[in-house]
């Protein structure tokens, strides 16, 4: 992996086009942008006006009360208080302050509110569109990436980026927009001094940008390397039978901590640069104020400043070197939100090998009738896993496919739920051409039992009742499970059909399991149903009960049977070898399994 540091040019097309993908979401939420956008116009103004009250004591009441003091005049006043309309002056001066702070507060309040209300909205609703574009994308894409990768973009990325929204770009925003009005301010107040304040801006702005781009490089690194973190982490972790099995646990944790070593040296790289520009930010800060109070203390002296002015000067300077220390305090978490962001946009710019032609139609209710005519399909170039392969199946026909692994037998299935799309050829149920026909009126037509029973962390009753879109009645439910021979187990169970189970259906058997994605299966009432495997790994009684469901499952149903097993491929009407991913053999079970087990003596 490169490890070279990305220019700001190359980072600023980046950043533009993560604003581009949330345009329509940022756009929606316009209003609250507005409110805000005002809220901070008025925060600001309140801290312009801040230092003032302060300066018109100094000027008015301090200075003149230490030339009376100088004059020897102000004895007899001191001695009984202030005057009436000095008291009344101090009081004034004291209301405006606290007038004008509990304004920018209740300003600042609503900015936030506003701003973070929006943010949050925003990522939110980016959030829901990566999970649904990750559910939507092909089987090819999911085969290739990694789990944990992907979960960590669609939890960790979106989460740093609506904290770095609400921590870091609306306080820099703000303090950003205060800096331009106060110098502004200030140039008009005495240009000269304001002069000396500009002076600094390009010396951190140098180092800002250098350091900057250094900061977003390590933090890019570090997000790539967090994410190969939670990929091993939640193989692993899936597959913990294994994991015992093998003892392979060190061989793991050794693979882990050299991730998590080089996300914490990462980590510990973009800390240090972060940390070495606040530090020069502080020193460009100092020495800009000490070169105000020398010039400024010059000025005061010669008449051309009053010192009220130079304390609003001075307080100015303070406040508007805020933004200076917050670009450098928060440059690290906004270049690890501007990786987040590349990494979400990365996501959302797949595009799924598999979506609706713009002429296609919903799909009529299929009678079964399925048909592969000259079909060709690659999973890598030059490499085809189907080689011209024609296969008719009847409505209602029971058909086994058998062949060696690899051959092509899952992929044959894998093209009636149009899971795949053939490279050449047609793949037609009733004389339809799948491709004219839009991808969820044609999967839910089709039901497929797998051998690995995936299951939900849910209740029983919703694990059943996923198979079918919209409410489900309890009957329906009960009704499938039925089918598949698993109402009575359910039953016993502590809470029965509301019974959760573990993650992937860890606190049941292996039959248990098989039979509840039967019933899920069965819930469809589809007229195609694909078993894959649907019988291995289970014991002869857990078999004989699972091949019964399956039996009542198939009933009347246009069936394929991919199996490595004989004795299930003698159950059917039809067996089909495949061998290298074209029909060798096709017709009665017995004659084509014989027709095997000659071509193995040989």
Not at 192 to 207: Q, T
Not at 498 to 514: F, H, I, K, N, P
């Amino acid at each position: 992996m490169s490890s070279r540091k990305p220019t700001l040019r190359e980072a600023a097309p980046r950043l533009a086009r993560t604003l581009r993908r949330f345009s329509r979401h940022i756009a929606d939420q316009r209003r609250l942008l507005v409110l805000g956008s005002l809220a901070l116009l008025a925060e600001v103004a309140m801290r312009l006006l801040e230092p003032w009250p302060l300066a018109y004591v100094i000027d008015h009441v301090v200075v003149r009360a230490g030339a009376e003091l100088g004059s020897g005049t102000g004895a007899g006043a001191r001695a009984g208080g202030p005057d009436v309309g000095t008291g009344v002056l101090l009081a004034a001066c004291a209301l405006a302050l606290l007038a004008v702070v509990v304004l920018r507060a209740l300003a600042s309040y609503a900015m936030t509110m506003c701003f973070a209300l929006a943010g949050n909205r925003v990522l939110t609703r980016v959030r829901a569109e990566v999970y649904a574009h990750l559910n939507r994308l092909s089987i090819a894409f999911h085969d290739q990436a990694r789990t944990g990768d992907l979960v960590s973009r669609v939890t960790g990325d979106v989460g740093r980026l609506q904290e770095a929204t609400v921590t870091a770009l609306l306080p820099l925003a703000g303090n950003v927009v205060t800096l331009v009005g106060m110098l502004v301010v200030v140039a008009v107040m005495d240009p000269a001094l304001g002069l000396v304040v500009l002076v600094v801006l390009p010396f951190f702005g140098l180092i800002n940008v250098r350091l900057t781009r250094r900061i977003a490089g390590v933090s890019r690194q570090q997000r790539i390397a967090e994410g190969a973190i939670a990929s091993l982490a939640t193989e692993s972790l899936g597959s913990m039978r294994v994991v015992h099995s093998y003892s392979l646990a060190g061989r793991l944790q050794e693979r882990f901590g050299g991730s998590n070593e080089r996300s914490l040296r990462d980590g510990v790289r973009a800390k240090k640069l972060s940390a070495g520009l606040e530090r020069k930010t502080d020193v460009l800060v100092g020495v800009a104020t000490a070169l105000v109070l020398w010039a400024g203390g010059w000025r005061v002296l010669s008449g051309d400043l009053t010192p009220g002015e130079l304390t609003v000067f001075l307080t100015y300077l303070k406040t508007a070197m805020k933004p200076m220390r917050d670009v450098a305090k928060y440059t690290g978490r906004i270049a690890k939100a501007a990786a987040s962001g590349e990494r979400i946009v990365d996501v959302l710019d797949e595009r799924a090998d598999l979506v609706d032609a713009g002429w296609a139609r919903p799909a009529p209710r299929f009678r079964g009738r399925v048909e592969l005519s000259d079909v060709w399909l690659s999973y890598t170039p030059g490499h085809p896993a189907l080689r011209g392969l024609h296969l008719r199946v009847d409505a209602g026909e029971r058909v086994a496919l058998v062949g060696a692994s690899g051959s092509g037998k899952s992929t044959v299935v894998a093209l009636l739920s149009r899971l795949r799309d053939p490279d050449q050829g047609r793949v037609l149920i009733d004389g339809h051409d799948l491709r004219d026909l839009t991808l969820e009126s044609v999967r839910s037509q089709v039901s497929v039992v797998l051998q690995e029973s995936v299951l939900f962390a849910l209740s029983v009753r919703e694990n059943i009742a996923l198979g079918v879109d919209g409410d489900v009645t309890d009957a329906a439910v009960e009704e499938a499970a039925r089918i598949a021979g698993a109402h009575d187990f359910v039953t016993a169970l502590p809470h029965g059909y509301d019974t959760v189970v573990g993650e992937r259906g860890a606190t049941l058997s292996g039959g248990q399991r098989q039979r509840i994605a039967i019933a899920r299966a069965a819930i469809r009432r589809a007229p195609i149903v694909v078993l894959d495997e649907a019988l291995t790994g289970l014991d002869a009684e857990t078999g004989g009960e699972v091949i019964a469901a399956l039996r009542r499952l198939c009933a009347g149903r246009t069936t394929f049977v991919v199996t490595h097993d004989r004795e299930a491929a003698r159950d059917t009407d039809r067996v089909v070898w495949i061998d290298d991913g074209a029909v060798r053999l096709e017709g009665d079970p017995e004659s084509v399994l014989g027709a095997m087990n000659r071509a193995e003596r040989v």
